[in-house]
């Protein structure tokens, strides 16, 4: 059985830090407000001129360092945005020329706040089926740009960033003590965009657009389908809550995150926080969560790390993989 085993993460976040007290300067909101709310310290903020493609390539350079092999090695990259560089073409296409990759396919994938796990079981099955060999996953976002900075409702939860994970093809013996991507989970509910969309499009309105959100009723779904797809995702793979070492969720909210955590029984320390410092990074979040707790340690080679998401669709997901 061909498993997609990880090789190597990376991720890079734009140098502009904006706090929340620097926010309070030039909008009616506070430090304690927010991170009452959401847990949110600070932000990194893209600076003009730095598009999705440019946070992209670095995490990707950075995962293919970790991985220890080269862009012209890829024969997949899948980048998960809701931010692309242009309508078209794919924003994956600059990432693949800027790699040296001239094999193979690049393309993008807009699942949203989902998106990373949508992009690794993407990725997941077409190496299963024999489609892609060594594939780059990439989360890349620059959500400073559709976001409504007269919204203090919105524009405080946000930040910009990117995180990739490299997956190659292994012979795995079919059970749950493989290395690999053990399961994958998703759904949508398409009856629930008005809670959470862009009011802009090329084909609706021309513009690009701002987020739009109504967050009580994102939270209220965030918490009860995140339950359920952890449950689904693990019941796949035949493991049970106690067998996770990490839960790398979507980094949206800290309630949200918390929730999650305890109604799966694990301990704060077994779950991956990084919203105080990254905010909403929507697709990049959970791959510059993954980095994080990979380069500092925490998550090691044969753990079971379980990788869950939700955004705009509604869209949501889970991915169960052994590191
Ligand atoms: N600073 C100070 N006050 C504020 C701010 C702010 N930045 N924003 C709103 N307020 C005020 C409101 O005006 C309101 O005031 P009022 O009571 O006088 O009317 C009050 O604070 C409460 O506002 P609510 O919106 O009801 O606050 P709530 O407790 O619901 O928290 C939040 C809002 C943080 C957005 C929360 O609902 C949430 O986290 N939702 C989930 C969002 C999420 O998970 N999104 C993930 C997907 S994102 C994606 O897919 C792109």
Redesign the pocket.
Same mark, same amino acid.
């Given at each position: 059985m061909i498993r997609s085993v990880v090789q190597g993460c990376g991720s890079y976040l734009p140098e502009r830090l904006v706090t929340n007290d620097e926010l309070a300067k030039t909008m009616?909101? +506070?430090d304690e407000? /927010?991170q009452q709310?959401?847990g949110i310290k600070q932000r990194h903020i893209a600076a003009d001129g730095e598009f999705t493609s440019h946070l992209a390539i670095k995490a990707a350079e950075r995962a293919l360092a970790h991985a220890g092999i080269s862009g012209a090695d890829l024969d997949l990259i899948v980048l998960a945005t809701a931010t692309p560089d242009e309508t078209f073409p794919a924003t994956a296409t600059v990432v693949q020329k800027a790699l040296g990759m001239t094999k193979g396919a690049a393309f993008d994938l807009q699942a949203?706040?989902a998106g990373f796990v949508y992009g690794v079981s993407v990725a997941d099955s077409m190496i299963k089926n024999g489609l892609a060999g060594t594939a780059l996953v990439i989360g890349a976002e620059t959500f400073s740009r559709i976001l409504d900075w007269n919204d203090?409702?919105t524009c405080?939860?946000f930040g910009d960033g990117a995180g990739a994970i490299v997956l190659k093809g292994e012979q795995g013996n079919g059970t749950s003590a493989d290395r690999g991507i053990l399961a994958n989970a998703l759904h949508s509910d398409g009856r629930q965009h008005d809670i959470?969309y862009v009011d802009g499009g090329p084909s609706s309105t021309r513009t690009t657009g701002f987020?739009r959100?109504e =967050?009580?009723e994102?939270?209220k779904h $965030?918490v009860v389908n995140m339950a359920a797809v952890v449950g689904e995702v693990l019941a796949k793979a035949g493991l049970e809550a106690k067998d996770i070492d990490w839960l790398v969720p979507h980094q $949206?909210?800290k309630r /949200?995150i918390d929730s999650t955590g305890r109604k799966l029984g694990l301990p704060p320390e077994k779950v991956v926080v990084t919203v105080d410092r990254h905010a909403?990074t +929507?697709a990049a979040s959970i791959p510059l969560a993954l980095d994080a707790a990979v380069k500092d340690g925490r998550i090691k080679k044969g753990d079971l790390a379980l990788l869950e998401g /939700?955004? =705009?669709g509604l869209a949501w997901g889970a991915s169960l993989i052994r590191w």
């Open positions: 009616d909101t +506070s407000w /927010i709310r959401t949203v706040c203090r409702g405080v939860l959470l987020l959100m =967050g009580k994102v939270f $965030a $949206a909210n /949200i909403n +929507s /939700i955004g =705009g």
